[in-house]
């Protein structure tokens, strides 16, 4: 099978790729490098460095005729879209709607779309469903969610059908402290430089962590199945920011130094998904818990 990834040089798109290549894929990777790195890339992939929102990109879709698109190149910096709406519009919506174009035109089979638990906003519930109304926060948020009703009304309207994934708030070995829910690499890049960490507000807001590799996989069960769907991707486990540092702590079998500082504006205090619909609609589940994706992840810090 013939696929394109955007965005397959970012940290959850080179992971990927890489599974992709060993399943046998001709893997085409889309990607401006803005935030990518090339050298992460499966030597296999062939590497088209081009912007989502030019030209380029879909002359390339339409040479390349992909089968799939697992379309996960967006800004993803929620604080860059508050600071920059226009920007992050014109990649995630327009750079979106662009390769929806280009996808419908050369035919394309099916898209699958790297999005948010951001849309729910701060929605006061324990386990959020897929149904749960939408009320994005940030700019980022909207901007997926935008990109996620184009891609339900291209399937309406010319029949290039779509998955949809929420993720949960992703981590594993590669990521940098950039990005969205970058908090463990953030802890990870300053316990490498010897610095404390810092947590904004008490440390008992949680997310719903899900590790990188489960990710990839719900991406493959979404080739074949979960036609029309969106589906969250996640553990349904909350875990506290304080949690998390005790796990890393043991983990590192080392005590870790700990700064509290006033919680940041617009950020969301509880989050978690329920990931029911996922064991059906693409019968996938997730493989890791917290402690055992972390222990993959902290092999790979520097420390
Ligand atoms: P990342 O920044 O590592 O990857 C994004 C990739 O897209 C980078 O390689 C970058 O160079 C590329 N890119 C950005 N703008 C582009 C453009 N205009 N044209 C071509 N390429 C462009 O981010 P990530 O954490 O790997 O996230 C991947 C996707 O998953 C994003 O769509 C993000 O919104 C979504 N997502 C991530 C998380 C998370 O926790 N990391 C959670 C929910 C959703």
């Not at 280009?102 to 906003?121: C, D, E, H, M, Q």
Request: include cysteine.
């Amino acid at each position: 099978m013939k696929v394109v990834v955007t965005g397959g040089a970012g940290f959850i798109g080179s992971h990927l790729v890489h599974r992709l290549v060993s399943h046998g894929c001709e893997v085409h990777v889309i990607d401006n490098l803005s935030t990518g790195d090339a050298g992460r890339l499966h030597n296999e992939a062939i590497l088209h460095i081009c912007d989502i929102c030019g030209d380029q990109a879909a002359a390339c879709i339409s040479l390349i005729k992909p089968d799939i698109i697992f379309h996960l190149a967006a800004q993803a910096d929620v604080q860059r879209s508050i600071a920059d709406p226009s920007h992050d519009a014109e990649v995630n919506i327009m750079g979106t709607l662009r390769l929806l174009e280009a996808s419908r035109k050369a035919g394309v089979r099916k898209i699958i779309f790297a999005s948010t638990s951001g849309v729910y906003g701060e929605l006061n519930k324990d386990q959020i469903l897929e149904d749960d109304p939408v009320s994005p926060i940030s700019f980022y948020a909207l901007s997926k969610l935008a990109g996620e009703r184009y891609l339900h009304l291209y399937q309406q309207c010319f029949g290039l059908t779509y998955t949809i994934l929420r993720y949960g708030n992703v981590y594993g070995p590669g990521q940098t402290p950039k990005g969205e829910g970058g908090v463990i690499a953030v802890f990870g890049d300053r316990l490498a430089q010897g610095l404390s960490l810092n947590v904004y507000g008490d440390g008992n807001q949680t997310r719903d962590f899900i590790y990188v590799q489960d990710v990839v996989s719900a991406n493959l069960a979404a080739m074949y199945k979960g036609d029309g769907e969106t589906i969250h991707v996640s553990t349904g486990q909350p875990t506290s920011i304080n949690r998390l540092i005790q796990i890393v702590a043991e983990q590192l079998n080392q005590s870790i130094e700990t700064h509290y500082k006033p919680a940041k504006t617009g950020d969301i205090v509880h989050s978690c998904l329920n990931s029911s619909k996922a064991k059906i609609a693409l019968d996938w589940k997730p493989a890791y818990t917290i402690e055992q994706g972390l222990a993959e992840t902290v092999k790979h810090w520097p420390i």
